[in-house]
T-cell receptor, first 109, second 115 residues
Framework: KQEVTQIPAALSVPEGENLVLNCSFT??????LQWFRQDPGKGLTSLLLIQSSQREQTSGRLNASLDKSSGRSTLYIAASQPGDSATYLC????????FGGGTRLMVKP | GAVVSQHPSWVICKSGTSVKIECRSL??????MFWYRQFPKQSLMLMAT?????????EQGVEKDKFLINHASLTLSTLTVTSAHPEDSSFYICGAGGSGANVLTFGAGSRLTVL
């Protein structure tokens, strides 16, 4: 059974800091890994999708890496802004889509 | 913690038939339900948002007459794929939120294959 863990569960940083969110999974037989953003009371917004054959994906200030063999992915956010405050979820797609518990990020002005 | 049960996990059906997917919140009242689908090698795509007792709001490009969403109670929402065709084959997942919830709880998903 796939298990996905995200560390830290919560993070509070001052504006402008670069930060790293971590995601680990137990079964490396995956098709892809996705990072999502979730704002309070709203649905998911897809941020980055990394196929199992890829090592990283970049979009603007976001960079996600994937090390399938070690079961890890990181989401790097550069020059954080208050608007980045949200819950960030990683999800691993195998036979099922398994979500991590999320990291709640607060970026203070 | 909050649990959402989604059923069925897998379904195979013939073209032209209708398939119903259920999403139940087991230990909380789901005032809002989000339905997503994911095609192979693609991201989750939001299909529609429903609030209990109201009509669902569909995203652009999603046919409301084909994908019927019912959210008649605070613990149950259903997605019915009517007259399914092979191109509807996808992974469907629901996310439920309670009143004032900051985070959604997702079902395990339903993989639909239309022959």
């Amino acid at each position: 059974k796939q298990e996905v863990t995200q560390i830290p569960a919560a993070l509070s940083v001052p504006e402008g800091e670069n930060l790293v969110l971590n995601c680990s999974f137990t079964d490396s037989a995956i098709y892809n890994l996705q990072w999502f953003r979730q704002d309070p009371g709203k649905g998911l917004t897809s941020l980055l999708l990394i196929q199992s054959s890829q090592r990283e994906q970049t979009s603007g200030r976001l960079n996600a890496s994937l090390d399938k063999s070690s079961g890890r992915s990181t989401l790097y956010i550069a020059a954080s802004q208050p608007g980045d405050s949200a819950t960030y979820l990683c999800a691993v797609s195998g036979n099922m889509l398994t979500f991590g518990g999320g990291t709640r990020l607060m970026v203070k002005p | 913690g909050a649990v959402v049960s989604q059923h069925p996990s897998w379904v195979i059906c013939k073209s032209g038939t209708s398939v119903k997917i259920e999403c139940r919140s087991l230990d909380f009242q789901a005032t809002t339900m989000f339905w997503y689908r994911q095609f192979p090698k693609q991201s989750l795509m939001l299909m529609a948002t429903s609030n209990e007792g109201s009509k669902a709001t569909y995203e652009q490009g999603v046919e409301k007459d084909k994908f019927l969403i019912n959210h008649a109670s605070l613990t149950l929402s259903t997605l019915t794929v009517t007259s399914a065709h092979p191109e509807d084959s996808s992974f469907y997942i629901c996310g439920a939120g309670g009143s004032g919830a900051n985070v959604l709880t997702f079902g395990a998903g339903s993989r639909l294959t239309v022959l």
